[in-house]
Structures are given as structure tokens and as C-alpha cells.
């Protein structure tokens, strides 16, 4: 029998997500790979879907979303941004993130295109691109000391990376996995190159509302001079309202580019739970209740995590956003980042992601090993706990 799985998506296999989570689930193991809250999310946004499910908002959304939640992310990301937002037009509600970015590619590329990813990247970008029949041009954040601006790129290999094939680039800040966020002059020269090489920008902001440092705030790329006509600004409610399991997201973008984004939505998914977008508008009008408490958690769980992961014997490259922390584990003297995360899950009891499957040239990430800390404050400590087994054996 010929290869059941379609020749765009068979090099990309199971995603190290479940992998790393079943693997954890069966070794008994901490789990600070995966990156999902092991707590719940807040009950006055349960609420409301209960509230919505019970008012009968039960049928099929409208393909571009429930206008009460177009409303509410129209409104939040004029006040975010200072830009105009038409609800109307401006506006598409999608399956999470996730759908947002396979709609933007799969709206806006052809065969034979090609896009910007920075490495890492998100595991999905690639298999999007794929499915487009586009082809990626990869730009390499590299770790550049133990800095929050760590993991830098080089402005010449963005330059370099253009063709007369490309069309779009696409951004993550903040970024997943290594937790940077993308600073201003940065931002300026990616813009610089979307002007000068007329690019549509793609920016997937999920963790938009978790930052820690004041020095690095995280900024709408479409807000730059020049880019709110170019760039598509994707986001959803999962990582800001702790409710990952509800995969409601949006496009944000002007009408020539939310056209694209909807020709490809209204195929693949047309639209999105009724009542959770219902609860969704809500969780978006009252965030000032939960969000500056979530942020105050994490930073403690960070402050926790961070220095004991130092202790131990790791370099931490600290988080400046996300929920995410990048380490080097070379001190531990494992071949790669691979075996150094089978040893952490079989013989120490936690489960980390080996980053280098985000990457290109997976290299850059074999010294490297990504801790979740969006977890309880007794998941992260019984994993610290774990974690010291390490520093008493460590390997030549
Ligand atoms: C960078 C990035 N983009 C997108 C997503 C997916 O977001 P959603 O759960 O809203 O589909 C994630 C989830 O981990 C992510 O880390």
C-alpha cells in the first residue's frame, strides 16, 4: 500500500508535544514540557459559557465570529495598539491560534512561495507552510549570553534570507520556546524589511499579555510606522486565561488581508463554538481581573524555577515573556538534547521538550532543554525536588 500520510505532511510525524506528554503520563514523570496550565482557568469565564450554553447560543456561528467577541478583540487591540479596528472587517474569530496561522498561510501563499520563520519555531509554521506548498526561509535566533535579549538574530541573515519568491514573514513575540521578546529596534528592522521587500507580516502573539521584564513590554508589530496595512496579528484566549483546551484565537488584519485569512477559514473550520466565543467576549471585557494576578503567579513560579534550575547546574537564559524557560544542559554532560530529556523523564521523574525539533539546524539546540513553568506551585517544586537527583550524579 502507498504511503497513507499526504508526501507535505509525512516528514513532520507526532509532534514532540504529545510525545513528551504521553511519556511523562506513563513514567509518572512531572510534566513541565507540554505547555498547558495544570490548574484551572478562571470560574467567571466558566461561567459565562455555562451562561451561554443555557441562553441557547447553541447553533452555528457566523463564519468571521459572534459579534459580541469581534467587538471585544476589535476593541482590546485598538486600546493595545492605538489602531483603528473595524469588528466588521478587521476581525476573524478561529480555532485557536493554531487555525489563525494555518488560515493566514494557507489564505495568503501560493506554490512556490516562500515565507520568513525565525528558528525555533513554533512546531506548527512548518507543517502549515507545507500544506501551502510554500517554502520557508529560516532566519536563526541564536543564544547570544545569558541575557533577556538573548537569542538575537543577525540582521544580514534576514536580508539574506529574501528572494523575489517571498511574500510573508512570520513572527512569534513573544517567542516560544526560548521566552524572548522581540524589542523594539528589532522590531524595526523586521518592518524595515517587509517595507522595502513589500512583505506581509504574520505576528503570532498568544503570550501578548504574559511578560516579565519592564525593559522588554511586548509590541504589535502592526502598530510599527508603515505595517498595520501589511501585517496580520494573530492571537487567542488560551495561554492569557489559562483555558488552552477551548482553542478560541483570532486574525486581526485589514480587509485586503482578512480576505485571505477567511477564504481559507471558512473551509477549514467555517466556525468556532458558539458559546465559548460567547464566554470569550466576556473573558476579553473583564481581564484586568484575572490577568495581573496570573502574571503576579508566574513571576513567582519563575523566581522559584529559575535560580534552583542554576543551582543544580544549569545555565538559564532567563524568560523576558511566555510561560517558558530556555537552559542549557551541557554542565550534565549528555550527548544531545534528546538523551539528556529520555535520562530527565526515566530516571529523574520530569519531562522537559528537547528544543532542537524546533529547529532547522537542530544544532543550535542540542545544548538546550525548554521547562514549562505555567504549572502549580507543587508541580514546580516536586519537579525542583526531582531536578537535585541531577546534580548529585552528574555525567563526565
Ligand atoms: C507560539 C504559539 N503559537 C500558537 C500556539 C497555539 O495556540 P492555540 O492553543 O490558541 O491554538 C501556541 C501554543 O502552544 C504557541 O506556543
Redesign the pocket.
Known amino acids: 500500500m502507498t504511503q497513507p500520510v499526504s508526501r507535505a505532511l509525512a516528514p513532520f510525524g507526532t509532534t514532540i508535544f504529545t510525545i513528551m506528554s504521553r511519556r511523562a503520563q506513563e513514567r509518572g514523570a512531572i510534566n513541565l514540557s507540554q ?1 498547558f496550565p495544570d490548574f484551572e482557568g478562571p470560574e467567571f469565564v466558566k461561567d459565562a459559557a455555562r451562561e451561554a450554553i443555557r441562553g441557547q447560543h447553541n447553533q452555528y456561528a457566523p463564519m468571521p465570529g459572534v459579534p459580541a467577541l469581534r467587538a471585544a478583540i476589535a476593541d482590546r487591540f485598538s486600546r493595545s495598539s492605538g489602531l483603528p479596528c473595524d469588528p466588521d472587517t478587521d476581525v476573524t474569530v478561529t ?7 494555518a488560515a493566514s498561510v494557507l489564505g495568503l501563499l501560493n506554490p512556490g512561495d516562500e515565507i520568513v520563520l525565525f528558528e525555533p519555531f ?1 512546531d ?1 509554521y512548518r507543517a502549515c507552510v507545507a500544506m501551502a506548498g510554500a517554502a520557508p526561509r529560516v532566519v536563526s535566533l541564536v543564544p547570544s549570553g545569558g541575557s533577556p535579549r538573548a537569542f538575537a538574530f543577525d540582521p544580514a541573515e534576514l536580508h539574506a534570507a529574501i528572494t523575489p519568491r517571498t511574500r510573508a514573514l512570520l513572527l ?1 513575540t513573544p ?2 520556546p526560548t521566552g524572548k521578546v522581540f524589542a523594539r529596534a528589532e522590531l524595526e528592522r523586521i518592518a524595515d524589511c517587509c517595507l522595502r521587500h513589500d512583505l506581509v507580516a504574520i505576528t ?1 502573539e ?2 501578548e499579555r504574559l511578560t516579565f521584564d519592564p525593559a522588554l513590554p511586548h509590541l504589535h508589530l502592526a502598530a510599527l510606522p508603515g505595517m498595520a496595512d501589511r501585517t496580520i496579528t ?1 492571537s ?4 492569557t486565561f489559562s483555558l ?1 483546551g477551548w ?3 483570532w486574525a486581526v488584519a485589514p480587509p485586503r488581508l482578512t480576505a485571505a485569512v477567511r477564504a481559507a477559514h471558512q473551509f477549514l473550520t467555517f466556525a468556532v463554538a458558539t458559546p465559548l466565543q460567547h464566554a470569550a467576549a466576556e473573558a476579553l471585557r473583564r481581564e484586568q481581573e484575572y490577568v495581573p494576578m496570573l502574571l503576579a503567579d508566574y513571576r513567582a513560579r519563575l523566581g522559584e524555577l529559575a535560580p534552583a534550575l542554576t543551582s543544580v547546574g544549569f545555565r538559564v537564559i532567563p524568560p523576558a515573556g ?1 510561560y517558558f524557560l530556555m537552559a542549557d544542559h551541557s554542565a550534565f554532560g549528555f550527548e544531545d538534547d534528546l538523551a539528556f530529556c529520555n535520562h530527565l523523564i526515566d530516571e529523574v521523574g520530569v519531562a522537559a521538550i528537547p528544543p532542537s525539533v524546533f529547529y532547522q539546524r537542530p544544532e543550535l539546540g542540542r545544548s538546550l532543554v525548554r521547562f514549562a513553568f505555567c504549572k502549580k506551585p507543587e508541580t514546580i517544586r516536586t519537579g525542583i525536588e526531582r531536578l537535585r537527583r541531577l546534580s548529585a550524579a552528574p555525567r563526565g
Open positions: 505547555g480555532a485557536g491560534c493554531t487555525e489563525a496561522i513554533y506548527s512569534n517567542h516560544n503570532d498568544v503570550y494573530l487567542s484566549i488560551g495561554k488552552t482553542k478560541i484565537g511566555t
